[in-house]
Every structure is written in C-alpha cells, then in structure tokens.
C-alpha cells in the first residue's frame, strides 16, 4: 500500500509518457466509494495506523470494498446516493488531502463550475465586464454592449428561472428527453451543445483573465493538484469582439504561461467535423499549432482529434496530417488520440471501432496514449490489438463520463477488462 501510495503522489511526473504507474489510482478511486457505501466509520482507525502489518490490511480491505463495489448494481440513483456518501466518508477526506498530481485529459471548456462562472457573468463584477445575454431557444449565452435578436439578460440568480438555466447548461434539466428512440446520439448531441453554450464568455478576454483561469487554477489547488493537462485549441479564441479574436492562439497560451507555480501541458485538438471548410482549416490550424509549440515548447507537449467521432472525418483520412505534425515537430509533438469513444446507432461494426483499429494496427509510429477506447467492450479484436502493440500505448479513462454519455454498460466497464489484463491506464481522465 505504501508504494501505491508513493506512486499516487508521483504520478504528475508521467506526463505524456506511458502511465504504467498510476493504475493504483483505480483502486484508490473505486475503493473510496465501496468504503463509502460499506463502513465509513472504520476507515480513520484503519488509516490512522502506519505498522506494516495494518497497511497490509488495509489494502486488503480496499480490495475487498472494490470487489464489492463492481458485484454491486448501479443505476444512476444509487451512483448519486455512493457519490453522496463518498463525499461524506473519512477516506474521501483522506485522499482529498493526498498531492493528487496532474490532471490527465482535460477540456478547457469544460473546467469550472458552471454555477460560479454563469453567477459571476450575471453579476458583471469584473474589469471590463459586459452585459451577458442567452437566448431561450437555443440556450446559447452572449456577452455584448446589445443584446442580439433572440437574447434576453441572464435571469437574476437567486430567481428560479435561473436555476433552471444551470440545469439546462449542465444537462440535468428534467425537461431534456433522453429517452426517446436514440438516446446516445442525443446525449452526445447535447454534451457538444453544452461547450458551444458557454464558449462565448468563457473566452471573453477581462472574463477569461479575471475570472475564468483564476477559477480553474484555484478549483485544482484546491484539489491538491500542482499541474494539469489541457486539451485546447488556442487559435480564435480570447477575444472580446470577433474582430479581436486570438487567431494564432498566442495570447492565450501566454496567458496560460504567466501561471505562477502550476504546471500546465497543452494537448492541442484538431476537428474531425467532416465539412470542407474544416478540411482546410485543419491544415492552416495544423501550421498554427507547429508554431504555438516553436513558442512554447515546455508547454505544447501534444495533438489530437476531437469530436464527431462517428460522423466525422476518419482517421486514415487523416494520417497525413498526422504525420505532417510528428515530422515537423521532430517527433517532439505526441499523438494522445480520442478512440473509440463514442457508440453511435449500432454497437457492431462503427467507425469508431474502425478508428480504434486503425490507430493500434496503422499508425506508425502508434499514437502515445489513447483516449476512451471504450470499443474494447464490443470488440475483442481492440483489446487484441491493444495488448499486442509495442511499446503499450496508455489509456486515458473517464468512468463518470462514459457512464453518463451511455457509452458503457453500467455492471461492466471497460477498466475492469484493463486492470485485469494488466494494461496501463490513468484514471480520472
Ligand atoms: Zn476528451
């Protein structure tokens, strides 16, 4: 247990490169919430004791509560009622006081609290702060001296109507019909409607500055993170008006630099969006990218393709671009992929199977982590695959969004399959 413990501390020092040390991290995970849900009350006095003999008990409590834990049946009620009781348990405090490390596989446009930044936006209690404005139709929310056709000011806080606003933005809205004829397509539909929503203000340069990134840094401190993994893509983005916006993403990275004492890694992400215009962008953002890591080069550390799995571009289409990236960066640019994430209509043959093979049985050399990879599930032949490359290629794993996305069974996730073929992954992704 001791060097489990050594190896949770360190894992921030596996940054983009294969994490074989930090599955520990699942059974910390996992075992936290089957403490919760089985004794809570025993778990100070088992973890107060330092002796040998104890920590050796104690992990074999942990494995206990984990077994429990995966035999147990999980709907979304009962994983909200262990979600509660975690947070409440002592050995949730007392890995809430453990160095957590670096946060693999975040989004930017995902981080912070949707409540505290919508709360600040309608309060406008920052330097050069606009109105902000979002239209009822399609939820998006605007900040701008006018509002535009269709906006109305962001209902006060305390009201009701703003309240709903927020469960609509982070999709616990009771009025969101998930259940109709193909519910994984709309809640991966609304999941991207949800960055689109917020991507305005967030990057509205006084409300980035002032707001945004100091939110995001203290929420990981907080944590007791000393680092983090940002997936992102600079160019176009802190602006305050379109006119003025970034196209080369070197504000903003500049920004991310000026960060004092937190090590930040930028994963940079192409759009697989299958449309022309997206074709030619790549290949511009493609050059702007090679440059952003000429400039920050401690910092851009690697690329991705993100989004549209399914309907969008395929990854053999998209090896030159591939390759373009990994020769011009001399190699130094690592490919961290999203593969197999998504499961569309049919759970047979979809491209985000084909894109998963693709990426372990064509790539050359083969992509540096994968992301998700939840095809392992459906299909033997990726765990094959996976299992047979060399050198192993890492998986990225977010249990809590694959759940919520419905791209996995409740009773039997794909990392249990990881963790008992002994494959490296880091969790919390
Ligand atoms: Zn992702």
Not at 127 to 147: C, R
């Amino acid at each position: 247990m001791h060097g489990r413990l050594v190896f949770v501390a360190v894992q921030s020092a596996q940054l983009l490169r294969p994490a074989t040390t930090v599955r520990c991290r699942l059974t910390a995970n996992i075992a936290s919430k089957a403490a919760a849900k089985t004794c809570p009350a025993d778990l100070a006095s088992v973890a107060a004791k330092t002796c040998p003999e104890d920590l050796e008990a104690y992990e074999r409590q942990l494995l206990q509560w984990r077994e429990d834990l995966l035999k147990c049946g999980m709907d979304f009620q009962s994983l909200r009622e262990i979600l509660q009781a975690v947070q409440q348990s002592d050995l949730q405090r007392f890995f809430e006081q453990l160095p957590k490390g670096v946060d693999n596989h975040v989004h930017l446009l995902g981080m912070g609290k949707r409540s505290y930044l919508m709360r600040r936006l309608a309060a406008q209690d920052y330097d050069g702060a606009f109105p902000a404005f979002w239209n009822p139709q399609t939820g998006m929310i605007l900040v701008a001296k006018h509002a535009s056709a269709g906006y109305v000011p962001l209902p006060d806080p305390a009201s009701s109507e703003f309240q709903t606003l927020l469960e609509f933005l982070t999709m616990q809205s009771k009025q969101d019909d998930s259940s109709g004829l193909d519910p994984v397509s709309h809640a991966w539909e609304e999941f991207e409607k949800c960055f689109d929503r917020i991507e305005q203000p967030f990057f509205f340069e006084p409300f980035f500055r002032a707001v945004v990134l100091p939110h995001i840094i203290d929420d990981l401190r907080y944590h007791r993170d000393y680092g983090v993994e940002l997936r992102m893509n600079p160019c176009d983005k802190l602006w305050s008006f379109p006119s003025d916006r970034d196209a080369s993403g070197q504000k903003l990275l500049e920004l991310l630099k000026d960060v004092d004492d937190f090590h930040i890694v930028v994963i940079l992400t192409f759009n697989k969006a299958n449309n022309e215009a997206n074709r030619k962008n790549n290949w511009e953002k493609a050059r702007s990218f090679l440059n952003l890591h000429r400039l920050f080069p401690d910092m851009v550390r690697a690329f991705d393709f993100v989004g549209c799995e399914d309907k969008g571009v395929q990854l053999k289409e998209l090896k030159d671009i591939i390759l373009y990236m990994r020769r011009m960066s001399k190699f130094e640019l690592k490919l961290a992929l999203h593969a197999g994430e998504t499961s569309w209509n049919d759970d047979t043959v979809t491209p985000t199977t084909t894109n998963s093979k693709y990426a372990l049985q064509q790539l050359e050399p083969g992509p540096d982590r994968l992301a998700h990879v939840c095809t392992v599930n459906r299909d033997f032949k990726v765990l094959d695959l996976l299992m047979r490359r060399a050198p192993e290629v890492p998986v990225e794993i977010c249990i809590t969004s694959n759940l919520i996305l419905k791209y996995c069974p409740l009773l039997n996730h794909h990392v249990t399959i990881l963790e008992s073929s002994q494959h490296p992954f880091v969790l919390g992704a």
